[in-house]
């Protein structure tokens, strides 16, 4: 709940170390985050690179081939520290791989815990709208997310979801008991934050409910891949969400000690 940002550490395991960056997901090239990452690339050795937050145009051939033309400044804008990071990767011959679940293990497991469909989705698209305040967007929120919604259905070959924009933004209303505020970065975070749970916030909704029961399978997803990378003796950088670097943490210690 209460720690640095950014929030780094670096542990050494038999043959191979991990390096965790976590910060806050930023796209503003001036962010002290991406001088950061510099530094670290220009000092620390690596074998491989890890990732959360890599956006999914990136993991197909066609934008694994665009990684090595992108300007530091266009992968900042772009994918903010995730695609910075791994553009530094690739600039160095350096394997990369994103560690969090795939779309459909991650909305399977959400909805195999007793959560409807239209809770995920509704989930799903309130947990883009802090993105879509953060790049200053010009399009109408409605617009902005239908692209993420094709991809949604193509991640879960959810046949039955037909919910539209207008659907799902009116289920968000109902739960949330309030109007959406559009352009506001703090309050539009709120609706998806896990920590409301714990802090017992009187607003909580399942909507934060569901980012803290994913956020169980995300940590474990990354923690295995990066101790996979480990166990071959591998120096990894593992840049992540700073929460997910605090609750990461002792598993990395528990592993190494």
Same mark, same amino acid.
């Given at each position: 709940?209460?720690?640095?940002v950014?929030?780094?550490?670096?542990? @050494? /395991?038999?043959? %191979?170390?991990?390096?965790v960056?976590? !910060?806050?997901h =930023?796209?503003?090239?001036e962010?002290?985050?991406?001088s950061l990452?510099?530094?670290i690339?220009a000092h620390?050795?690596f074998?491989?690179?890890?990732v959360?937050?890599?956006?999914s145009?990136?993991?197909?051939?066609?934008?694994?081939?665009?990684l090595?033309?992108?300007?530091?400044?266009?992968? @900042? /804008?772009?994918g %903010?520290?995730?695609v910075?990071a791994? !553009?530094?990767? =690739?600039?160095?011959?350096?394997?990369w791989?994103p560690v969090e679940?795939?779309?459909?293990i991650?909305?399977s497991?959400?909805?195999?815990l007793?959560f409807s469909?239209l809770d995920?989705?509704?989930w799903?698209?309130?947990?883009l709208l802090?993105?879509y305040?953060a790049?200053?967007?010009?399009l109408?929120?409605?617009v902005y997310?239908?692209?993420?919604?094709d991809e949604?259905r193509?991640a879960?070959k959810w046949?039955?979801v037909?919910?539209d924009?207008?659907d799902?933004l009116?289920y968000?209303?109902s739960?949330?008991q309030?109007?959406l505020?559009?352009?506001n970065?703090?309050?539009a975070?709120?609706?998806?934050?896990?920590?409301?749970v714990t802090?017992?916030?009187?607003?909580?909704?399942?909507f934060?409910t569901?980012s803290?029961t994913?956020?169980?399978l995300?940590?474990r997803?990354?923690v295995?891949?990066?101790?996979?990378?480990?166990?071959?003796?591998?120096r990894?950088?593992?840049?992540?969400?700073?929460a997910?670097a605090?609750?990461?943490?002792?598993?990395y210690?528990?592993?190494i000690?």
């Amino acid at each position: 709940m209460e720690h640095e940002v950014p929030y780094t550490y670096q542990l @050494a /395991a038999t043959g %191979g170390s991990v390096t965790v960056v976590g !910060v806050n997901h =930023v796209h503003e090239r001036e962010h002290p985050a991406f001088s950061l990452l510099d530094s670290i690339f220009a000092h620390v050795p690596f074998d491989s690179v890890c990732v959360e937050g890599m956006d999914s145009d990136f993991k197909e051939a066609l934008g694994r081939e665009l990684l090595p033309r992108l300007t530091l400044e266009a992968a @900042a /804008a772009r994918g %903010g520290e995730a695609v910075y990071a791994v !553009v530094h990767a =690739v600039r160095r011959g350096i394997t990369w791989q994103p560690v969090e679940p795939a779309d459909d293990i991650l909305f399977s497991y959400v909805l195999s815990l007793g959560f409807s469909k239209l809770d995920v989705v509704t989930w799903y698209v309130l947990r883009l709208l802090p993105q879509y305040i953060a790049q200053g967007e010009s399009l109408s929120f409605d617009v902005y997310i239908e692209p993420f919604m094709d991809e949604f259905r193509q991640a879960t070959k959810w046949l039955d979801v037909t919910y539209d924009a207008a659907d799902i933004l009116r289920y968000a209303v109902s739960v949330l008991q309030r109007d959406l505020v559009l352009h506001n970065y703090e309050r539009a975070f709120s609706y998806t934050d896990p920590r409301a749970v714990t802090r017992h916030d009187n607003d909580f909704t399942i909507f934060n409910t569901i980012s803290a029961t994913a956020d169980v399978l995300r940590d474990r997803t990354m923690v295995t891949k990066v101790l996979t990378e480990l166990t071959e003796g591998k120096r990894v950088l593992l840049v992540c969400g700073v929460a997910h670097a605090v609750m990461q943490e002792p598993a990395y210690r528990a592993f190494i000690a």
